[in-house]
């Protein structure tokens, strides 16, 4: 999964102006978050304040263990000097070395919690940054040290300051990945209801929003996600603000949507059943997003973290499809349109990200498998011959291509005289000589459809020298290739063998 590992307020120093707290946030969004393709990951978000490089407390913290001891014990005495050594304390629990020293200290998150829920709002904050430390810390049990202040946190996130609660928020999202114990306490305590009431009644506020994404998204990729969490999710008004969440606003950034995204891709990643997702939209609304994103792909539009936006919403489209009935793809999935927007986003990351490029002709490969009409509109749309050309490409992408083609030959007839003649078989001449048998069985699959559906596809593939290409299969080492290649050489292509001659090669 791609993650930020920082996000700062963009309200901070007064001498900002507009226009660098958006330069700030735009950087920010920069440090994209590494792709983590075929196994889930949590991370850790700290967030930053835009005045912390002002110099208003200055302290020795070379020795961060010891400052810790000494700060924990002047914070035992009332006095005015508490916020500066709230402050001091927050800044010195960077240091993953000073959370075991702070933790070890009697009494030392009792004491925190009293800072947390006193009556002065100055010193709330200034805890509750010293737990966003803590929450940030790579110990484990650091996470299970913070639980006495968990209640606490859920509570401010109805409350009405918006760095207070992106605050608490981004806080409760690091805790909640260390330990199945604090997962537990904190559901038990009812985070999932107090995100949803979070994100209904600050569905305006969009850094909120971003929060309560990242937030929600650490949960739902817990092991019991699908039996223990994901019912209570689609019982709440979660699913429609999510998606209410994902147009992007041009002034704050692709942030919120982001997160937005991959919450609702763990959502469908995790079950089977989409019914209640379907009712909601969602599948109409992925698919509009990436129509419209493709077509701006297409004209050359790559906006800088735009992937970490198509990403998520190809995965929703690709599980969603699965789900949703065939009459209703149509009007669900735009299929036509839908099929011309994935070919872009293919073509547009084949180099750059390959792996989204992937992603793109997996959705691609489950829309095809089920609609007609996105076949249909690849051969009348001539995005066929394009296709066709990535079939050198490796990283999984010219498999997933075979079965794209395969599923237009399986669809009609017609359609297959309609891939020959968009230079299909030269191709497959290419495709049957390549050392991945994966790739080789593929080609010899479509071949099959080919010469099934439009027998004229056989003298073609025989007169460009593919029946020499079969024969040397029946020698090789895997016993699934021997068959496939024996049965069409000896049931379909044997009767034109007098075509193949070596003045005709393969090309």
Partial sequence: MWRLNKVRHKAGRQCDSLEELKLKRREHERTLRQARRDRQLVSKRLLLNDDEDQPEVTMDTNTEEQDVVGLFLQLQHSGPGREAHLKALSKVLRNPSAHLAFIGQENSMHLLVGFLTGSDATRRLQAARCLHELSHSPHANVSSACLPATPYLLTYLSGQSTKFTELCLYTLGNLCPDSDAVKEKLLAQGIIPALANCLENQRHNLAVVEAVGFTLSQFLQAKNAPEKIIPMVLASSLPSNLLSALTPDPKFGLAPAIECAWSLHYLTSSTKDHRDLLAHGALLQCSSLLVSLGGAVAEGNKEEGLELF??????????????????????????????????????AFLQSRPALARESSWVLNNLTALSSA??????????????????PFSQGINTMILRILANIAHKKKDFCAQLARCGLLS?????????????????????????????????????QGGFSLLEALQYNSEGGLRRRATHLLEDHLLSYSSHCSEDAPCS
């Fill in 427 to 463: 191709a497959l001449c290419a495709t049957l000589k390549m050392a991945d048998q994966e790739m080789v069985t593929l080609s010899m699959d479509v071949l099959y459809m080919l010469v099934v559906g439009a027998p004229q596809v056989a003298e073609e593939f025989v007169r």
């Fill in 374 to 391: 996105s076949c249909s509109a690849l051969l009348t749309l001539n995005l066929v011959p394009g296709l066709i050309k990535l079939l």
């Fill in 310 to 347: 198509i990403c998520p919403l190809l995965r929703c489209v690709g599980n969603l499809l699965s789900s949703c009935p065939v009459k209703e793809l149509s009007t669900q999935a735009g299929d036509v349109r839908m099929a011309a927007a994935l070919c872009a986003l293919v073509q």
